[in-house]
């Protein structure tokens, strides 16, 4: 008896259900023609952004590139004139990349970022291998204040020990205490 | 010996031991910088604080200076111990730079180690950070002082270690410096080191600047190449291109260190003129194309008529293909050497050094060094270095060769015509100086009393100025000498000792030569050698050579053989392929394949990045280690493994090649070679002078020209005068003059030697087409640039 009960709250339930919400605004929205707007910390393409002096911020570290789960950030680092390390270039496959975010968590320089465009679908594969050119914006992104060579000492905004937490170079000849 | 307990754990050490290797052979490592075992302990850093337990030393120490005793008592987790590591850590960062991801040393980089394991990962001190300015210290070495923790691992290694006088510490106080004492190249030829010891990023390798970290490199386990002491080295790479080369670790061999040449010579890898396709007349063809027209021709023209030609920078494994393919092809010409004085050198050292052959490891350990026509800077470095270690630990060092010898460190010279060297040997094994002028006598004689108060005195002798007939001298010399006692002989090529194992008495290049002027030769194979670069006498080479009538050569550098050949194979380089090499003391030692061959995604990307394309090939993957082409010519394709058991299956002398480990030495020795008489000292005319080609760190070898980055340390050409000679031709130091040979005139930088003999010109070897050491001398004159010629 009780069995025939509960096969009959279970048959009218879900109609319940069903007929309730038919009075309630619909979530479903006509994607493309409608589009809704992620949250900013939404994980999709990856861009490399620069510092508040325009200078690009990614320093070739390698650093996104052993941490990417999946191996998809290739890159070459070099040297310019001014001792300032660089990418000579810099790809990322997202055809391969699943957007896990590690790589913006493991660079130092705030240079990588995950953006909330995860409108990068296409239909050749090689459309999604993007090569520094594709990837660098002319902005900070999350933080436009951080320069990672007025931290670093290797002196190539700022003169060597002349960034803010530095003293002047030694005079290694002097023989005062 | 003496049982100590580390951590609840037991072990018998001998006595003298220091508590962090003990720790260390119970795999329990203590956080260490300044301790370095070639070069001991200083206590300089105070990281390795350990607790010790009993009473002989109770508390905290620094394990690397505290002797393991009897019973003694240790625990390297207790709590103040592992505290102050963490604080000596911590005041270590206070002004380390936040340069982590510009730094080269980011990924190997001990501080960062320490860093991570002394739990210290976060910065409290906000004071303002010391710096300091760089110097300049020319193509191998960057310096970036500001990361330096001052552990002293670099002056002890440049100045104690291998005896440089050009760099050292500076300053006082918190702001000591590390570097040269003006700005400049580092003079030493084992700079390189500096970037290997140095814990930090403060000593980095130049060369190898922004290419890669360490975790994406590809390394294996390598040997050396470019001399015949066969250093251990692990060469790493990446996208097809070799990057850098550090220091393996072999107790006997090299310990803990390489040479500039060897770390620093590795461009003819990524050479861009590098042939990597096989051609026929010129033409690029098919690998399969080229090896059934080489069987062709081979079989056209039979197997007596065509001669092999192996070397000695040729794996041991692929000069014995050579010898099963001449021999199944009916051949009786074949050699592993085209420069017939240093093959011949090399096969009376095998045949003649009998059982007392010693190791560098030994050299070092010496109490009484003689070095006969020797010249270890320039042709076997790190001999140098070994040799200092027993002159720091009170060895005498006494020279007699015809060069003025530069090492770093003092030694007793003479020096004396090259063509005397095997009488002087002689001399002193007889005792009788009769023929002798009054202050060579001298010298003789305190030799024979240093030797005879010495415990384990060593002869070292350089086969190039031995020659075969000198090495058999000193080979006799050897037996008189105490039972501790022994000899060592360098050779030309890291794989010289191999190749003249597998020649033994068979004919040496000279014959093949004259068979190929008489005809009775048509045909010459060389594998990995190039006479046109490695024969002495030019002359006769291009008269023999221009007599062939098929010529195949297969390499991995595009030397001048490679121009001139029928058929040309694209072979792997060592860093491609496997193989053994045996150095100089009979010791087989294995290399690995770092990388795959390939053309550098640097040269095939020009600069940028990968293809945007697709595809399943690999540019400039055609090379094949010589000893596969020649597997496929003969029809028996073989792995490395079932080459190495065959070898040592067919001949005992060298049982154990096909043995994983690594350095045993061969079984026996090889036999002499059929001597051949010629001429050693060319006549003297009027104002003849006597031409000696000698060695020249970075210029000897037949690798070397193709390394780029040596281009900026190799010294003109130039020729050494003693001070009469230059001064009755009327030259001084830096000038320019004109060297006449019967090959023609060549445009010379005078030096002049104090110590350098007077009618003996030396021209060291500065590039691919220079006058190559090992052989006889050639007459010569000197004129001063502007004077006329007759
Ligand atoms: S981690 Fe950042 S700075 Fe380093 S390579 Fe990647 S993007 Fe560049
Ligand atoms: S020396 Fe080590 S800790 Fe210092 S910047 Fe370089 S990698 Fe980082
Ligand atoms: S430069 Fe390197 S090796 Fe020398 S003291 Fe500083 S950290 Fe040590
Ligand atoms: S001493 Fe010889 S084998 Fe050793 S690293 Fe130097 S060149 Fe190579
Ligand atoms: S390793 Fe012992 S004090 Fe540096």
């Known amino acids: 008896m009780r069995d025939l009960w509960r096969d009959i709250k279970g048959t009218l339930e879900p109609f319940w259900v069903t007929l309730s919400y038919i009075f309630k605004k619909p979530v479903t929205i006509q994607y493309p023609e409608q589009k809704r707007t992620p949250y900013s910390r939404y994980r999709a393409r990856i861009v490399l952004t620069r510092d508040p002096d325009g200078g690009e911020r990614c320093v070739a570290c390698y650093l996104c590139s052993a941490a990417c789960p999946v191996d998809c950030i290739s890159m070459q680092a070099a040297e310019d004139e001014n001792g300032r390390r660089y990418a000579a270039w810099f790809r990322i496959n997202f055809s391969r990349c699943i957007f896990c975010g590690l790589c913006a968590e493991a660079c130092p320089t705030m240079a990588i970022q995950m953006t909330p465009d995860y409108e990068i679908c296409n239909r050749d594969l090689l459309n999604l291998v993007h090569e520094k050119e594709d990837l660098l914006i002319d902005d900070g992104g999350k933080d436009n204040e951080y320069n990672f060579y007025r931290h670093a000492g290797i002196g190539v905004v700022n003169p060597r020990g002349g960034n803010e937490d530095e003293t002047e170079p030694e005079d290694v000849k002097s023989l005062l205490p | ?790």
């Open chain 2, 1 to 790: 010996m003496v049982t100590l307990t580390i951590d609840n754990q037991s072990i018998t050490v001998p006595k003298g031991t220091t508590v962090l290797d003990a720790a260390e052979k119970l795999g329990i490592v203590v956080p260490h910088f300044c301790y370095h075992e070639a070069l001991g302990a200083v206590g300089a850093c105070r990281l390795c604080a350990v607790y010790i337990e009993t009473e002989q030393s109770k508390g905290v120490q620094m394990s690397c200076l505290v002797e393991a005793a009897e019973g003694m008592v240790v625990n390297t987790l207790e709590p103040t111990a592992v505290e102050l590591r963490q604080h000596v850590i911590e005041w270590l960062m206070t002004n380390h730079p936040h340069d982590c991801p510009v730094c080269d040393e980011g990924g190997e980089c001990q501080l960062q180690d320490m860093t991570i394991a002394g739990g210290q990962s976060i910065r409290r001190y906000r004071g303002k950070k010391r710096t300091y300015s760089n110097q300049e210290l020319g193509p191998f070495i960057e310096q970036e002082m500001n990361r330096c923790i001052q552990c002293y691992r670099c002056v002890r290694t440049y100045r104690d270690y291998f005896g440089g006088t050009d760099f050292g510490v500076m300053g006082s106080r918190n702001r000591v410096f590390f570097g040269r004492f003006e700005p400049g190249r580092l003079e030493s030829p084992f700079s390189g080191n500096l970037a290997d010891v140095c814990p930090t990023g403060v000593f980095t390798d130049k060369t190898y600047r922004f290419k890669s970290r360490y975790w994406d490199l590809q390394e294996a386990e390598s040997i050396c190449p470019h001399c015949s002491l066969g250093c251990a080295t692990i060469p790493g790479g990446r996208y097809r291109e070799l990057q850098r080369v550090r220091s393996g670790t072999s107790k006997e061999v090299n310990g803990h260190f390489i040479c500039d040449r060897g770390r620093f010579g590795y461009g003819y890898v990524n050479h861009p003129d590098r042939l990597r396709v096989p051609r026929i007349n010129g033409e690029e063809c098919d690998r399969h194309e080229a090896l059934a027209a080489i069987n062709d021709k081979i079989e056209k023209l039979g197997g007596e008529a065509v001669g092999f030609l192996g070397s000695s920078r040729t794996a041991l494994e692929t000069n014995a293909m050579i010898k099963s393919w001449a021999e199944q092809s009916g051949s009786k010409s074949v050699c592993f050497e085209c420069h017939p004085q240093r093959d011949n050198a090399a096969r009376s050292w095998v045949a003649l050094r009998g059982d007392r052959g010693r190791s560098l490891a030994d050299i070092r350990r010496s109490d009484f060094i003689l070095l006969l026509g020797s010249d270890p800077l320039n042709e076997a470095p790190m001999l140098a270095a070994a040799i200092r270690q027993a002159e720091s630990s009170g060895s005498q060092v006494a020279v007699i060769d015809a060069r003025p010898v530069k090492l770093p460190f003092k030694a007793a010279h003479l020096v004396v015509r090259p063509e005397k060297l095997s009488t002087i040997i002689r001399a002193l094994k007889s005792g009788a100086f009769d023929n002798f002028e009054r202050h060579e006598q001298l010298f003789f004689e305190g030799v024979l009393k240093s030797i005879k108060k010495a415990e384990r005195p060593i002869l070292v002798g350089g086969g190039d100025l031995l020659q075969a007939e000198g090495v058999a001298a000193l080979c006799e010399l050897m037996a008189q000498l105490p039972e501790a006692g022994g000899d060592f002989v360098h050779l030309s090529g890291p794989n010289s000792y191999g190749a003249a194992m597998l020649s033994g008495a068979a004919p040496d290049f000279e014959t093949i030569l004259d068979d190929i002027i008489t005809g009775k030769i048509r045909a010459l194979v060389c594998v990995e050698s190039d006479p046109f670069a490695d024969y002495p006498d030019r002359k006769r080479l291009q008269e023999a050579l221009s007599k062939l009538e098929f010529l195949v050569v297969a390499d991995y550098i595009n030397g001048p053989a490679a121009a001139k050949a029928d058929i040309f194979l694209p072979t792997a380089a060592p860093a491609e392929s496997a193989g053994t090499y045996i150095n100089c003391e009979g010791r087989m030692q294995r290399f690995k394949p770092v990388l795959k061959p390939g053309e550098p995604l640097r040269i095939t990307g020009d600069g940028g990045h990968p293809p945007r394309r697709f595809s399943h090939e690999t540019p400039g993957d055609q090379p094949r280690s010589a000893a596969e082409f020649i597997a496929n010519l003969v029809g028996q394709p073989v792995t490395i493994n079932d080459l190495r058991q065959q070898i040592a299956a067919d001949d005992d002398r060298f049982s154990g090649l096909d043995q994983p480990e690594q350095g045993m030495l061969c079984r026996a020795n090889g036999e002499l070679p059929t001597t051949v008489n010629r001429e050693d000292v060319p006549g003297k005319g009027d104002d003849l002078l006597h031409l000696l080609p000698v060695a020249d760190l970075f210029g000897s070898g037949p690798l070397l020209s193709y390394c780029s980055a040596l281009d900026a340390v190799r010294s003109a050409p130039c020729v050494v005068l003693s001070e009469s000679d230059a001064a009755s031709i009327g030259v001084a130091n830096g000038e320019n003059v004109s060297l006449q040979t019967a090959e023609g005139k060549l445009a010379v930088e005078v030096r002049i030697d104090a110590k350098a003999l007077p009618g003996l010109v030396l021209i060291p070897q500065t590039g691919a087409d220079a006058f190559l050491p090992g052989g006889v001398m050639i007459p010569c004159s000197i004129r001063k640039n502007g004077a006329r010629d007759e």
